[in-house]
């Protein structure tokens, strides 16, 4: 009898002992490590790719969309739709999972796609204007006309077959910080009209914030939508 339960106490203590050592490396040592490594050697992606403008305030992520979106009329009425500030480039639409309360930069709680098929609400296998009310093909048709309106100007008209695909749907998570060249290009004449610039500033801002493929070949050439509207907000300062 005595022997087992010495047998007991030596195991139990073994467990113990061994909890206690892996409590500490894993839950001590380790964490430390690898922010210590992160803090050093990746800080500005560690600590959220923060971006931040001349004064040094921290303005938002390069990795999370933000909106641009004039005051609502009246603060209370949550149904009131977002009216986009036109003297801003626009980023994709947010259509996600679910209306905003908690991040007013963004009318999502949740990361998320619609998870509708391309063609939700078509009919004859086409996005038209008799797609039936909150289909995807309903919003697609929406935001194109949308997007015409807003970025013609009395001497530049959008054509339908010039507004690009990222501009009228939203992104996989539905946070995407990145447009396309092509839609930034779209916006440029807006812009410009909007801030008093001349077209060929806006164009060269555009062309300046355009980053190329991942090493060359992955992914697409994309432009960052609050950095770009960071240097917008320099140069009308300038």
Known sequence: MNTSVSSTVRLIGAGLRALLVLTVICGVIYPLAVTGIAQALFHDK????EIKDKSGQVVGSSLIGQSYNLPKKDPNDAEEAARPDLKWFQPRP???LGANSVNTQYSLILSGATNRSADNGAVGGKCTKDAEEGTLCAQVVAAKEAVIADNSTAGYTVKPEDVPADAVTSSGSGLDPDISPEYAKLQVHRVAEQNKLDV????KLVADHTTGRTLGFMGEPRVNVLELN???????KS
């Open 200 to 203: 060929k500033q806006v164009e």
């Open 230 to 236: 960071i240097a917008l907000k320099a140069l009308t």
């Open 94 to 96: 947010s259509n996600g």
């Open 46 to 49: 560690a600590n959220g790719s």
